[in-house]
Nanobody, 122 residues
Framework: QVQLVESGGGLVQAGGSLRLSCVAS????????VGWFRQAPGKQREFVAA????????YYADSVKGRFTSSRDNAKNTVYLQMDSLKPEDTAAYYC???????????????WGQGTQVTVSS
C-alpha cells in the first residue's frame, strides 16, 4: 500500500512557475512509476506527465511538453513536477498517482493522492 500527498499548488500569474511535490509513504516507492494528472472543473481527468520508477524516463502530454518537468528523489520518497511558463488553461486540480506500469492511462495507476489546486490568472 502506498499513500501519496501532494503539495505546492497555489495561485500564480500567467508566465509564472510552481513546483508540485508528491510525497509517498512506504519503503517500496522506488518500485512504482508515478503519473501526474489534472482535472479542471467540468472536464475529465487528463494525463500530464509520467516518470519511470528509476527516474531515467519521463513522458509528457503535448500540452505541457517543454514547460513541465518531472523528477524524483527515491531516497526522499518524493516526486516533483516543475511547472514553468504557466498558462490560464493549466488551471486545475493536480493529482499524483503511483502504479506498476509506466503509462499515460488513469487505470494504470493504483494509488492516488488527494490533489492540489493550481490556479493561473491571466
Amino acid at each position: 500500500q502506498v499513500q501519496l500527498v501532494e503539495s505546492g499548488g497555489g495561485l500564480v500569474q500567467a508566465g509564472g512557475s510552481l513546483r508540485l511535490s508528491c510525497v509517498a509513504s512506504g519503503r517500496t516507492f522506488n518500485m512504482y512509476a508515478v503519473g501526474w494528472f489534472r482535472q479542471a472543473p467540468g472536464k475529465q481527468r487528463e494525463f500530464v506527465a509520467a516518470i519511470h520508477r528509476t527516474g531515467r524516463l519521463t513522458y509528457y502530454a503535448d500540452s505541457v511538453k517543454g514547460r513541465f518537468t518531472s523528477s524524483r528523489d527515491n531516497a526522499k520518497n518524493t516526486v516533483y513536477l516543475q511547472m514553468d511558463s504557466l498558462k490560464p488553461e493549466d488551471t486545475a486540480a493536480y493529482y499524483c498517482a503511483a502504479g506498476s506500469v509506466y503509462g499515460t492511462m488513469r487505470d494504470e495507476y493504483e494509488f492516488w493522492g488527494q490533489g492540489t489546486q493550481v490556479t493561473v490568472s491571466s
